[in-house]
């Protein structure tokens, strides 16, 4: 009658992402810009349409770059910086060239625009007539989305100093809603927006990055973040803010699943402006009444394993390449390097032969990285190669090294360490197979590449595991559970899935083992407890497991589960009346929870046969 | 243009007489009188050789909504202070259109505490043959023009800068001016934005 279940976690990492500019609404439409090189240039006639739409969105007040471009009078004074920007394609920034994909809300000049601003400049910087000027361009005020539902404040500000090098914190925003919520977009407002280079919002269900604060609500610093997760959902969602950036709303049947209590973490890129600055960003939540139908996937190719870059070396390429198992839609690409990144290459080869380039930057700037989101989505059949090919230059040429002189760099998470990863979003596209199918086949396979890659790699393995574990082949999974654990012997998350992995497949005093270590190690984990509770009840040592429920339904006072598993190893050792109680409470928090209605029926029943005899 | 490995481009634009005769004689000294048309914040005329005595004179050029020499407002800070005993610092302001209330506020936003004053007629700019904000001239005991140019090799384009600077310009000609020895080098072309009205 004892209805006994192990529950399993996963293990992700994640790192920062950002989205690309999206453009907010302007007067003109692209065609209208073309430049028809008149003798004389002046503002009102050909310069203000091109500034307007391309350079207003982010240079006009309370927004991100550092001075406005709404009038003559401000174009004026930075007339010839706006020409030299313009020829170097330094502004505005945008830094995949042109290819045959098309990415939303491109922000690339034509020559013959930069030609206009370079004889704007040189011809002293004239306004013309007034009657060519066209309306300056409205932008909406406040909360670009309307009012959200909710708005959240980050609880301490962050003080960023007058001067030094760019600085990386992340803020923890708390949740309390009472049931699930699906979001449908999420605006950052990441406080002054000119120290603010960009801004990304992770989801930490199990509220694993608190740990990382010095004092509550301090946040923390860090470039890339961990996070551990319990499934696989959140990484297939990106919100972000970057300068000009405007929310990105998902379609419907795509929206981002908030549990009561989950955390979300802001990531913030931050650049000292010479004065200090407070930071307090917020977050505005917009719900939808429709729940997500659609998961897409975070595909990622990286090998930071080959970045070992001798200093000087001013060409040092990294590949991988990963083969889809299935066909899908590729949403959005988003290629990650930090310093030392100088040209970054992305194709994809399908099964017929053919070529495709996903996306080339060929002078990347970690400054003004982004998510890239394609126009039309593109269809990638299954068997179709995917491949990455990184540059990178540890030369003193490359005025970004974070070392001077040049030293040794090798792959890691801190900013002087070097990354290659690249993330393709991209949507399961079945044709004969089940989305959901082709979504847990393309998972493992990416699971897989990732611990070929990366053998020695914890996460690796233990993802993989926590896959395999996840579709029922628990012999598999407790290989790489194993080699996790033997990567990091007293890792509690690892202790904990080898733990339930080895009560699954019936190993029960092996998994005792394993999951005191995890408790050890963590002694605040819930899910240990409840697990270890687990392998005693099978060992029929129904006093331990009844301490080990006991502390998980302390830990976790919402867990219905643990509440009946403790009626359960309370009613084997014979306590009849204390059972109930607790069963009472599993079904009162989980009033689906059939193992504890049927256990407490059970229970009530022999209890009215003891006092009837 | 103004990217060191780029040559400045020669550029006549038509000023007055006076100011072509000042730009060509303040290679060599600068008179005491041509201060002249250079305010302080309350806008009385002001003349930053005559106040600085018998020491070392040095001018930065900035503009309140400059972002690269706003980002070297903590480093302009410390040199003003590092140098006190030798050097009068001064923070010249040659956009015509920011007022004193505009400049106060950036002075007191960016932590400063060094005179400033406007040059709205680009007197101060064209005698230190700067373009640049930020830029900074070196002027001897004897107002000659020492060097001017870059601060340091922070920044190597617009938007583009190192971690760090690798060199440091313009405490080097300090320490060559105070030492009384020659400077490495006479003008170094500075990163930033440009002053409007200047060549």
């Known amino acids: 009658m004892t209805s006994l279940h192990s529950r399993l976690f996963f293990l992700l990492s994640f790192v920062t992402l950002s989205l690309s500019f999206a453009l907010v609404t302007s007067p003109q439409n692209r065609s209208n810009l073309e430049p028809a090189f008149p003798a004389s240039v002046t503002f009102n006639r050909d310069i203000a349409p091109i500034l307007f739409h391309y350079c207003s969105p982010c240079h006009r007040p309370g927004e991100a770059a550092p001075f406005p471009l709404l009038t003559y009078q401000d174009a004026q004074k930075f007339a010839r910086v706006i020409a030299m920007v313009a020829e170097r394609r330094i502004m505005p920034p945008w830094l995949p060239a042109s290819g045959d994909l098309k990415f939303l809300g491109e922000l690339r000049l034509s020559d013959g625009q930069i030609a206009l601003f370079r004889q704007w400049a040189d011809q002293g910087a004239p306004e013309g007539h007034a009657q060519d000027l066209p309306p300056t361009p409205q932008f909406t005020p406040g909360w670009q989305l309307g009012k959200p539902d909710v708005v959240l404040s980050a609880r301490k500000p962050h003080a960023l100093p007058a001067s030094g090098t760019d600085n990386y914190w992340n803020f923890i925003f708390t949740t309390n809603f009472l049931s699930t919520r699906w979001v449908s977009a999420i605006e950052i407002r990441p406080g002054e927006k000119r120290v603010v280079h960009h801004a990304n919002i992770l989801l930490d269900r199990l509220h694993s990055s608190r740990a990382q604060q010095q004092h509550p609500d301090d946040g923390f610093p860090g470039m890339e973040l961990r996070i551990e997760s319990e499934s696989f959902d959140p990484d297939s969602h990106i919100f972000f803010w970057k300068p000009g950036s405007i929310p990105h709303v998902e379609p419907d049947g795509m929206a981002l699943r908030l549990d009561p209590g989950d955390d979300l973490v802001l990531n913030t890129h931050l650049r000292p402006s010479g004065k200090s600055e407070s930071i307090q960003p917020s977050l505005g939540l917009y719900f939808t009444d429709k729940p997500a139908t659609q998961f897409p996937v975070l595909l990622e190719l990286q090998n930071d394993k080959a970045l070992d870059i001798p200093p000087g070396a001013a060409n040092f390429e990294v590949t991988d390449e990963f083969t889809l198992p299935a066909e899908v839609q590729l949403l959005a690409i988003y290629p990650h390097a930090h310093y030392l990144g100088k040209d970054l290459l992305a194709t994809a080869t399908l099964p017929d032969g053919s070529e495709k380039t996903l996306i080339h930057i060929p002078r990347w700037d970690l400054n003004w990285q982004g998510v890239f989101y394609y126009e039309t989505a593109v269809i990638l059949p299954a068997g179709t190669r995917v491949s990455m090919r990184y540059i990178y230059d540890n030369s003193s040429d490359n005025i970004a090294n974070p070392f001077h002189p040049p030293q040794r760099v090798v792959g890691g998470n801190r900013t002087t360490d070097e990354m290659a990863h690249l993330w393709l979003q991209v949507l399961p596209h079945g044709g004969a197979i089940p989305a959901d199918q082709s979504r847990r086949v393309l998972q493992e396979a990416l699971a897989r590449h990732d611990v070929l890659r990366n053998p020695s790699d914890f996460s690796a393995q233990y993802n993989l595991g926590a896959m395999l574990q996840a579709r029922g082949d628990y012999a598999e999974a407790l290989k790489h559970f194993q080699v996790a654990v033997q990567l990091r012997s007293s890792d509690a998350i690892a202790n904990n899935a080898l733990g339930g992995a080895l009560l699954a497949l019936g190993d029960s005093s092996s998994a005792v083992s394993r999951l005191l270590v995890a408790v050890r190690s963590k002694p605040d984990y819930a899910s240990a407890h409840y697990n270890l509770g687990n392998a005693y009840a099978s060992l029929s040592r129904f006093d331990e497991a009844i301490v080990q429920f006991a502390e998980a339904a302390r830990l976790n006072p919402q867990d219905s589960m643990a509440e009946a598993n403790l009626g359960a190893a309370l009613a084997e050792s014979g306590n009849l009346a204390e059972a109930e109680l607790h069963l009472e409470k599993a079904v009162k928090l989980d009033p689906q929870n059939s193992l504890a209605h049927d256990d407490l029926e059970e229970v009530k029943r022999r209890r009215s046969f003891s006092s009837h005899p | ?199």
């Not at chain 2, 990217?3 to 481009?9: H, I, L, Q, W």
């Not at chain 2, 100011?19 to 305010?39: E, H, M, N, R, Y």
């Not at chain 2, 700067?130 to 107002?143: G, K, L, N």
């Not at chain 2, 938007?159 to 690798?166: G, K, S």
């Open chain 2, 1 to 199: 243009m103004f990217v060191g490995s780029t040559p400045r481009k020669k550029h006549w634009t038509p000023f007055p007489a006076v100011f072509a005769l000042l730009l060509f004689t303040a290679a060599f000294s600068f008179p005491q009188d041509t201060a002249s048309g250079v305010l302080d914040l309350d806008g009385r005329s002001a003349d930053p050789f005559r106040s600085a005595g018998s020491k070392i004179v040095v001018l930065l050029f900035l503009r309140t909504d400059c972002p690269i020499s706003n980002r070297y407002a903590p480093t302009i800070q410390e040199l003003s202070v590092r140098y006190a005993g030798h050097v009068a610092f001064y923070l010249i302001y040659p956009i015509k259109s920011e007022s004193s209330d505009q400049i106060r506020k950036h002075l007191l936003d960016f932590g400063y505490h060094v005179p400033a004053l406007r040059d709205p007629g680009l007197k101060l700019a064209r005698a230190s043959q700067v373009s640049i904000t930020p830029e900074a001239a070196v002027f001897s005991p004897a107002r000659k023009l020492l060097y001017h140019g870059r601060i340091d090799d922070w920044y190597v384009e617009f938007t583009r800068a190192r971690r760090a600077p690798t060199t440091h310009d313009l405490a080097d000609s300090i320490e060559a001016a105070v030492s009384g020895k020659p400077l490495s080098a006479a003008s170094i072309p500075a990163v930033g934005c440009y002053i409007p009205g200047l060549p």
